[in-house]
C-alpha cells in the first residue's frame, strides 16, 4: 500500500494509520494462533473468530514457501475459501517451515468521506524451535517516506 500526499499535506491522513495498525493487528493474531500441531484449518478459524471478536473485516490467505514456491504444508485460507480449505488446510504446522502471509484488512477511512481501505499484506516468517515463535524475514510493515 502507498500513499501520495496531496498538495499542502506533510503526512497520511489518521484514517491510514489506523488501517495499517488493523492490518498489522492481524498479522499479530496469526502468528498467536500459528503453533505447530494445529492445522491451517484450525489457525484460519480461530484466527478469523479473534478477528471478528476485535471489530475487524478482513480475509486471509497463509501458505509455506519453499524452494518451488508455494511449499509443501498447510494452506491457512484461500481468498475465496475463508471457510476452510479441505485437503491442504488439515495438514498440521511444523516447525522449521517458511510461510507467507497474504492478508488484507478493510478501514473506513474519515478523511475520505468513511470510504473503504483494503489494506493488503505479504510478510514472509519462519517458525523456529526451541521457542516456538515467529520472526519477520523482513521486518514489520509501516509508514516511510
Given at each position: 500500500m502507498g500513499y501520495v500526499l496531496l498538495p499542502g499535506e506533510s503526512d497520511a491522513p489518521a484514517g491510514m494509520y489506523?488501517?495499517?495498525?488493523?492490518?498489522?493487528?492481524?498479522?499479530?493474531?496469526?502468528?498467536?494462533?500459528?503453533?505447530?500441531?494445529?492445522?491451517?484449518?484450525?489457525?484460519?478459524?480461530?484466527?478469523?473468530?479473534?478477528?471478528?471478536?476485535e471489530g475487524l473485516n478482513g480475509t486471509m490467505y497463509t501458505h509455506p514457501i519453499g524452494a518451488h514456491g508455494h511449499g509443501a504444508g498447510p494452506l491457512i485460507?484461500?481468498?475465496?475459501?475463508?471457510?476452510?480449505?479441505?485437503?491442504?488446510g488439515d495438514v498440521p504446522i511444523r516447525p522449521n517451515t517458511w510461510f507467507s502471509t497474504e492478508l488484507q484488512v478493510t478501514t473506513p477511512v474519515p478523511e475520505w468521506a468513511d470510504s473503504r481501505c483494503?489494506?493488503?499484506?505479504?510478510?514472509?516468517?519462519?517458525?523456529?524451535?526451541?521457542?516456538?515463535?515467529?520472526?519477520?524475514?523482513?521486518?514489520?510493515?509501516?509508514?516511510?517516506?
Open positions: 489506523a488501517a495499517l495498525r488493523n492490518s498489522n493487528r492481524l498479522q499479530d493474531i496469526l502468528l498467536e494462533e500459528m503453533r505447530p500441531g494445529r492445522t491451517g484449518n484450525q489457525v484460519l478459524a480461530s484466527t478469523l473468530a479473534r478477528m471478528r471478536s485460507g484461500l481468498w475465496d475459501r475463508q471457510e476452510g480449505v479441505v485437503g491442504r483494503g489494506w493488503r499484506r505479504r510478510r514472509r516468517y519462519i517458525w523456529t524451535p526451541p521457542v516456538i515463535a515467529a520472526g519477520y524475514y523482513h521486518g514489520r510493515s509501516a509508514f516511510t517516506w
